[in-house]
Structure formats: structure tokens, C-alpha cells
């Protein structure tokens, strides 16, 4: 069996010293320390036992992760397309996209990262809905309504469930967009707006949630005081049994913003990766880390909007892009879909505060995915 932690920012050691031993048995297999994530090769084959556990393929995980971009923002660091942004989104070996910007020099964007098998969740309004699908038709994913309405201060409800309603049936009423799903607009508080919007799901085909983990550790970081069911159990309020996209979700690293506080960006190294298995467990669709880039420099730690980014200002990857980059790479399966199979195993001793998930390649390779739930040091954070 080998052994691959993810990178800058794992370390075998748990919180304040203290080593969390256990042993992951399958034909005596031997021991191991418990990284905050750590990806186990299991050798073997496939077992047909009554307590064998189902695997998912694994590179259904690599597909599930997407990130945030803004490549219309000229004046951030979105501005150096072709020496920063593209290179650093095909080095991080991610396949989707979500964004809102548009522009004849947006959909050349696009277009070309759609050539490297990138696709793109795009945000945009009832009105130029149509137009801008068709012009995306070769790189999209789906539609999306308008972002977090909730946060204005006209009558959003009556105005939001008149734009969902127009805007889905504007791309089903066009037979060149009619195949694309449509997402409902994301919400920026999960505990009151989801009642407030109430059921859209004749105008919807995905559900939308922004679970900001506000530094706690992502075995508790849904937002607003939430459990994790309760959050999507709001949720539900809007798009019932729908699936349910995570579209904006993550950390930033001011770790002083009271109210919505940040971690190190050590910290988040070790956080983000154990996030999205949460997701993918939860079985959300796709969960898109906000975002790709720092927008603009901020040296003295002032403002949170800044510090959202897996790579800084001036295109230096931090801790959580070389681990997401490490995850994706190590996991990465592309091919025709192939039926997985099971695998009987045990994880004992100190096992009660982990979390797992069982993955296999389409060759019959086994991967588990073993991460901690306890929160790590807050370490100053590190300056751009």
C-alpha cells in the first residue's frame, strides 16, 4: 500500500502534538498515521463479501471539482490571461469553470480553455440569456441565474422568482440551448432566503448553495450556525428534490474578519481537499472553490474579498493550489465510464474522528481517502 499525502501544508502530526494511530486492514494491512488527508493505493482486487464497501470512480471526483474565475475583470489579476491565468488552470488540472463576465475578448477565453476540456457554469440574466448560450454552446455546462440576490435591498423575492421562471424558459424555448441545464439563483444567506424564495423547481434543473466555511473546519462549516442537513434541508425549500450544486464555497485567509473569519493559508491547505470529499460524500454535484486569484494586492491583510484566491496576486500558487493540484493529478482517470466495484476493508483504532471515501480507477485500482475532522493551529498567515 502506498501512502500520498497532498502536498505543502500536510503534516503527519495532528494538533498540538499529538499523533493519531491507526490501521487500515485488509489482508493484515499494515498501520498509519492519519494526515489531514492522505490517498492510500490499496492493492487487491475487487471483493464480492457482505461487508464490502461500493467504490465511485475516481475520476468522477477530479470532474466534480470546479473554481471561480473572473476573466472580464481587466484591473485584477484575471488581466494576464495567456502568461498567468491559463497556465495556472491547466497546471491545476481542473475542468470547470464558473464565471459571469462577457465580452468578445471573454468568449475568446472561453472558447480556448474549452480546447483544453474545460467547461464553464455561466452566470447571466433572462434577458441575453440566449444570445450569449448559443455563442458558449461548445463550453458550457449549464446556466445560472443571478448571483446572490438576496443581498439588495428591493423586494429580490418577487423579482428572483420572475427572472428564474424567464430565464429557464427562454433556454428551453430555444432549440439550439433547450439541452442545457439551468441552475437557480445562488443564495447569499442559507438560513432565512431559501423560505423566503420558496419552491422554483418547475424552473430549475440543479440547486445552488453557498456554504462558506468561515474558518471552521469543513466537518462543521455550513454557514449561518447550520448543521450541514439543516443547510440543505433549506435549501430544499427552493429546489426540492433537484441536485444541488455547490457554486461558491471555501476560505480566505484574514483570519481577523469578525463575523466571517479566514484561516492561515497553511491551514486552508489542509481544510479545502477534506471540503470537497464532505461535498462529494454529501453528494452534491460539483462544488466550485471561490476563486482562482487574488483580485488585487493587499499586503496588510484589510479587506477579505482579496485573499479568496489559490494563487496570489502575482501568480504565485499558495499551499491549497499545490494540494488540490496534487488531488486532481493523482486521481485523474479520463476515459469511457466503466462499472466499479467494492472492497471489503477496516479502519481501526483511533478511527472515529476520520472521514473516508473508497475510489476506483477504470484499471480495477483501488484509492481511499482518509482525513481527520479536527481543526488545525491558526498560523499567522503568510503576506502576498
Avoid at 499523533?19 to 489482508?27: E, G, Q, T, W
Avoid at 464558473?98 to 471573454?106: E, P, S, Y
Wanted: proline share 6%.
Amino acid at each position: 500500500m502506498d501512502i500520498h499525502p497532498l502536498g505543502a501544508g500536510f503534516d503527519p502530526q495532528l494538533e498540538e502534538g499529538q499523533v493519531m494511530k491507526s490501521s487500515l486492514k485488509r489482508h493484515r494491512g499494515p498501520r498509519f498515521r492519519a494526515f489531514q488527508l492522505s490517498i492510500f493505493l490499496v492493492l487487491g482486487g475487487a471483493s464480492a463479501t457482505a461487508n464490502a464497501e461500493s467504490a465511485r470512480p475516481a475520476d468522477a471526483f477530479v470532474d466534480f471539482f470546479g473554481v471561480n474565475t473572473h476573466l472580464g475583470y481587466y484591473d485584477t489579476a484575471y488581466r494576464d490571461y495567456e502568461a498567468i491565468v491559463k497556465p495556472r488552470l491547466l497546471e491545476l488540472g481542473v475542468r470547470h469553470i464558473r464565471d459571469g463576465t462577457f465580452n468578445d475578448d471573454v468568449l475568446r477565453k472561453y472558447l480556448d480553455l474549452g480546447q483544453h476540456g474545460i467547461r464553464l457554469l455561466f452566470i447571466t440574466d433572462s434577458k441575453r440569456a440566449v444570445e450569449r448560450a448559443r455563442k458558449l454552446r461548445p463550453v458550457l455546462f449549464a446556466i445560472e441565474g443571478v448571483n446572490e440576490p438576496d443581498g439588495r435591498k428591493d423586494d429580490w423575492v418577487a423579482r428572483i422568482r420572475a427572472e428564474q421562471q424567464n430565464l429557464y424558459e427562454a433556454i428551453k424555448g430555444d432549440p439550439a440551448t433547450r439541452d442545457l441545464p439551468v441552475a437557480v439563483s445562488s443564495l447569499a444567506n442559507l438560513r432565512d432566503s431559501p423560505a423566503k424564495l420558496g419552491d422554483l423547481t418547475p424552473y430549475l434543473d440543479f440547486g445552488n448553495v453557498h456554504p462558506y466555511a468561515a474558518g471552521n473546519p469543513p466537518s462543521r462549516h455550513w454557514g449561518w450556525g447550520l448543521s450541514m442537513e439543516k443547510a440543505i434541508d433549506e435549501a430544499r425549500k427552493v429546489s426540492a428534490d433537484k441536485s444541488i450544486l455547490v457554486t461558491e464555497c471555501g476560505y480566505h485567509n484574514r483570519m481577523e474578519e469578525k463575523g466571517h473569519p479566514g484561516v492561515s493559508e497553511t491551514a486552508e491547505a489542509k481544510y479545502l481537499p477534506r471540503l470537497l470529499f464532505v461535498y462529494f460524500n454529501r453528494g452534491m454535484t460539483k462544488a466550485y472553490k471561490y476563486e482562482l486569484f487574488d483580485e488585487k494586492p493587499d499586503p496588510g491583510f484589510t479587506d477579505m474579498e482579496r485573499h479568496f484566491g489559490l494563487v496570489r496576486t502575482n501568480g504565485t500558487p499558495k499551499p491549497s493550489f499545490i494540494a488540490l493540484k496534487n488531488l486532481l493529478h493523482l486521481l485523474a482517470d479520463p476515459g469511457p465510464a466503466t462499472q466499479t466495484g467494492s472492497l471489503a476493508f477496516e479502519i481501526s483504532g483511533a478511527s472515529t474522528n476520520l472521514q473516508h471515501t473508497l475510489l476506483q480507477n477504470r484499471n480495477g485500482t483501488f484509492w481511499l481517502a482518509v482525513g481527520g475532522k479536527n481543526a488545525v493551529k491558526r498560523e499567522a498567515p503568510a503576506i502576498d
